[in-house]
Nanobody
Framework: QLQLLESGGGLVQSGGSLRLSCAASGSTLKYYSVGWFRQAPGKEREAVSYITSSGGATYCADFVNGRFTISRDNAKNTVYLQMNTLEPEDTAIYSC??????????????????WGQGTQVTVSS
């Protein structure tokens, strides 16, 4: 049973950076597409980015605007989300999710079967 655990969130000032990690256990993550999603208070969950099992990265929203980079280290069974030039509007709970089938609609949260608990990112102005 695949389990995902996010880490790396925290409090950062506007313009700062964080690197989020999504570590897997119970299965080999390299066979899965992995997505990052976020949910701000009072708002719906939205897709940030995903990376395919072969390492192809897609950014799902305009707010990324070249500031975020998704990557994976299969040797560490981990997917990362490097976030730079953070803004207060990036404050949210960030969650990773995995899917074993892949496909063209991986910005859609309904495609994912396994989810982590999330990590809080707070950006102060």
């Amino acid at each position: 049973q695949l389990q995902l655990l996010e880490s790396g969130g925290g409090l950062v000032q506007s313009g700062g950076s964080l690197r989020l990690s999504c570590a897997a256990s119970g299965s080999t993550l390299k066979y899965y597409s992995v997505g990052w999603f976020r949910q701000a208070p009072g708002k719906e969950r939205e897709a940030v980015s995903y990376i395919t099992s072969s390492g192809g990265a897609t950014y799902c929203a305009d707010f990324v605007n070249g500031r975020f980079t998704i990557s994976r280290d299969n040797a560490k069974n981990t997917v990362y989300l490097q976030m730079n030039t953070l803004e207060p509007e990036d404050t949210a709970i960030y969650s990773c999710a995995a899917d074993g089938l892949g496909g063209p609609a991986m910005c859609d949260m309904r495609e994912y079967d396994w989810w982590g608990q999330g990590t809080q990112v707070t950006v102060s102005s």
